[in-house]
């Protein structure tokens, strides 16, 4: 280390930095001349101040620390008097005060930065190592200070890989530091792909890292490695099918589809119990802007959630060939704030559409301010089973109807249903097409309430 800036070998220099033995007071003071060469009435220059500008100095100078090298960033030379002017230029060269790794979850980002700053200020700028990549609205806490939402240039929230995991996210905080956000200013540049692509995925023979998902012979282990794979590129217009083989597979996090085309996830339509989703998360979630899905010849199972999940507008979901098993709920499908979910019937050219329901779970279906399609299918009812709180729930502006003029083409085994039939509220409603109120299974009367219409 060199002495730089210090009294060095004049007499009477220390290596210990005394104590400063000023009072300070409130107000600025300033070094004044002496009135005339005779008097001595001027500032005295006392080694605290001089040890104290040596002090900030030295710290500017070293404060950029060392290269991966070990080498000082900025060389120690009482020589150069352009040091401070450099160690500024390379702290905003180097980016350290506005750099930082995040520590959090996804969708809830934790960064810390050094020196912390006091408060959230507009116009302050981040460089952020995600640490994960999001799935939905984002948010982030930088060195304590509150979470804030991270949105796009349009103002709009994240969804789904707009920020992945490693990525370097460049964002510009704006308004104030008690009402604000930062404004997320790229997005990652996702390469087209030029024909139908196809996937394929087998627990029992699969890798989600030695296989590329590409054959038969090397396919995934696991659904969501396939669905990750397609959130790297631009669907440009074109498809892609995800084949699962029978099994058991973990629930998934429908990623959001870049560019026009849909995702089409085929299990076992012939026999959905074989192939199975199950884990304490939701079977298949999809949130606001992901695109369009459709999902057959799954069973859904989940101690902790929904069977299908589809929050928000521009998540459309459709579904054929499908069993629920027991899930906590709040229901085997869910949609809600714009979502849409369309249960594929023979008019889509589904032939022998099917739902199976084998499971309890709170409710079978909800709409609340979301729409759930249901187009002729055949419901069976293969054991006993208890909704807790309703079979079928339209609720503030939801819609149940059949997009085909009737919901059930028929129901087996009705009398293995032990709950609510309905529950219909808050301007939503359920169109059976005049099926009357017993048409939806069950053993307690179906209620409708505030501007809620069955019809």
């Excluded at 005394?18 to 009072?23: A, E, G, K, L, V």
């Excluded at 809830?108 to 799935?135: C, D, R, W």
């Excluded at 076992?268 to 949130?287: D, H, K, M, R, W």
């Excluded at 507008?313 to 369309?342: D, K, T, W």
Aim: glycine fraction near 14%; charged fraction near 10%; aromatic fraction near 8%.
């Amino acid at each position: 280390m060199t002495d730089i800036l210090g009294p060095a070998n004049a007499p009477n220099a220390v290596t210990i930095r005394p104590s400063d033995t000023r009072s300070f007071g409130a107000d600025d003071t300033w070094f004044k001349d002496c009135t005339s060469s005779e008097l001595n009435d001027g500032t005295k220059l006392q080694a605290g101040e001089m040890n104290a500008i040596i002090g900030f100095a030295r710290s500017l100078a070293r404060g950029n620390g060392l290269t991966e090298a070990g080498a000082k960033i900025v060389p120690e030379n009482n020589a150069d008097d352009a040091m401070g002017l450099k160690a500024v230029q390379y702290l905003i060269q180097r980016g350290r005060t506005c750099f930082g790794l995040d520590t959090g979850l996804s969708n809830a980002m934790v960064v810390s930065l050094s020196p912390a700053p006091p408060e959230y200020k507009q116009g302050m700028h981040l460089f952020v190592i995600a640490n994960n990549s999001n799935t939905k609205a984002t948010t982030i806490n930088l060195n304590g200070l509150g979470n804030r939402p991270v949105k796009l240039i349009s103002g709009d929230d994240l969804s789904v890989d707009h920020i992945k995991a490693g990525m370097v996210a460049l964002m510009v905080y704006v308004g104030t530091h008690v009402s604000g956000y930062f404004q997320l200013l790229a997005v990652p540049i996702k390469p087209a792909i030029a024909a139908n692509q196809t996937y394929y995925v087998n627990a029992a023979t699969g890798s989600d890292t030695a296989n590329d998902g590409r054959t038969v012979g090397t396919p995934f282990a696991s659904i969501q490695k396939a669905l990750d794979v397609m959130s790297t590129f631009d669907n440009n217009g074109f498809s892609v099918t995800i084949i699962v083989a029978n099994g058991t597979y973990s629930p998934v996090i429908l990623p959001r589809i870049t560019g026009s085309g849909i995702c089409t996830i085929i299990g076992n339509i012939l026999n959905s119990a074989l192939c199975v989703v199950s884990g304490a998360g939701t079977s298949f979630a999809g949130n606001a802007g992901i695109g369009t899905y459709r999902i057959q010849g799954f069973k859904c199972v989940s101690s902790g959630g929904d069977g299908v999940f589809a929050d928000g507008a521009g998540c459309n979901l459709f579904l054929s060939y499908m069993e629920y098993g027991a899930c906590a709920g709040p229901a085997h499908i869910v949609s809600q704030r714009g979502g849409q979910i369309v249960i594929e019937g023979p008019g889509q050219g589904m032939a022998g559409a099917y739902t199976k329901i084998s499971g309890s779970c709170p409710a079978h279906m909800i709409a609340i301010n979301g729409t759930i399609d249901v187009r002729s299918q055949a419901l069976t009812i293969t054991t006993p089973v208890t909704f807790s709180s309703v079979f079928a729930n339209s609720n503030r502006l939801g819609l149940i109807f059949s997009g085909e003029g009737v919901i059930y083409s028929s129901v087996t085994n009705p009398g293995n249903v032990t709950g609510m039939r309905y529950s219909v509220s808050v301007n939503a409603v359920i169109d059976t097409n005049g099926g009357g109120v017993n048409y939806f299974p069950g053993t307690i009367a179906g209620i409708f309430a505030t501007g809620g219409e069955y019809v």
